[in-house]
C-alpha cells in the first residue's frame, strides 16, 4: 500500500530565510510524487510532480523537490521564503491505479516578516 | 476555461436532511474524484469514477452516494446527514491517458450538519 508521510503539522521561518518541508513515502512500486500548495479558502494548486524523469525537480514560485529513492524522501525546497509562501503543502503519492492520490496530512507553513 | 466548479459553496444542513453536491469540469477529463478535507487528516477519497457511468469506492465512502451521468459532471450524495460529515469536500478531475497526471481541484464546499 502506498502512503506519504508529512513531518511536522506546523513549520515558520523568516521571510528571506530557507524552506524545508519533508516528505517520506511508502511504495511498494516506484512512486509518481507530488506536491500541492492551498490558500485560505480555496482548492489545491499543483506545485511539482516527479514523474522518474530527473531527480531534482523544479516547480512554480521558486519552489523545487529533490527525489531521494535510499530515503524515500521527496522534500520540498524553496532557498527564500516570501510572505505570500504562506499557505498549507501537501505532499501526494500515486501509483497505476486509475490515477489515485494518497495524501500526506498537510503542512502549514508561516512566514514571519 | 473554468476548470472545475463546485456548487454550493457553502451549506448547513440539520441532522437527517439530504442533499447532493455538484462537481462540474469542461477539460474533457475521464477521471473524477471527491475528497473530504478535515483538520490534521489530509485529503481522504470518498469515491470516484473512471468514466461516464461507472463510479467506485475510495477509503471513505459509507455515508455517501455518487452518480457520473454525464462526462463532465459528478455528483455527491448525502442521503441522511450527520455531525461526522461536516467537512470541506473538494471535487477533483484528471486526465487518463498513458502516464499519471496531476488533479485539477475545484474551490471546495464547506458544509456543516448540526
Known amino acids: 500500500a502506498q502512503s506519504v508521510t508529512q513531518l511536522g503539522s506546523h513549520v515558520s521561518v523568516s521571510e528571506g530565510a530557507l524552506v524545508l518541508l519533508r516528505c517520506n513515502y511508502s511504495?511498494?512500486?516506484?512512486?509518481?510524487l507530488f506536491w500541492y500548495v492551498q490558500y485560505p479558502n480555496q482548492g489545491l494548486q499543483l506545485l511539482l510532480k516527479?514523474?522518474?524523469?530527473?531527480?531534482l525537480v523544479k516547480g512554480i514560485n521558486g519552489f523545487e523537490a529533490e527525489f531521494k529513492k535510499s530515503e524515500t524522501s521527496f522534500h520540498l525546497t524553496k532557498p527564500s521564503a516570501h510572505m505570500s509562501d504562506a499557505a498549507e503543502y501537501f505532499c501526494a503519492v500515486s501509483g497505476y491505479n486509475f490515477n489515485k492520490f494518497y495524501f500526506g496530512s498537510g503542512t502549514k507553513l508561516n512566514v514571519k516578516p | 476555461n473554468a476548470g472545475v466548479t463546485q456548487t454550493p459553496k457553502f451549506r448547513v444542513l440539520k441532522t437527517g436532511q439530504s442533499m447532493t453536491l455538484l462537481c462540474a469540469q469542461d477539460m474533457n477529463h475521464e477521471y473524477m474524484y471527491w475528497y473530504r478535507q478535515d483538520p490534521g487528516m489530509g485529503l481522504r477519497l470518498i469515491h470516484y469514477?473512471?468514466?461516464?457511468?461507472?463510479?467506485a469506492k475510495g477509503e471513505v465512502p459509507d455515508g455517501y452516494n455518487v452518480s457520473r451521468l454525464k462526462k463532465q459532471n459528478f455528483l455527491l450524495g448525502l442521503e441522511s446527514a450527520a455531525p461526522s460529515q461536516t467537512s470541506v469536500y473538494f471535487c477533483?478531475?484528471?486526465?487518463?491517458?498513458?502516464?499519471?497526471?496531476?488533479?485539477?481541484f475545484g474551490p471546495g464546499t464547506r458544509l456543516t450538519v448540526t
Open positions: 469514477s473512471v468514466g461516464e457511468g461507472t463510479t
Open positions: 516527479y514523474t522518474s524523469a530527473a531527480t
Open positions: 477533483a478531475s484528471s486526465y487518463s491517458g498513458e502516464g499519471i497526471y496531476e488533479q485539477y
Open positions: 511504495s511498494s512500486v516506484p512512486p509518481y
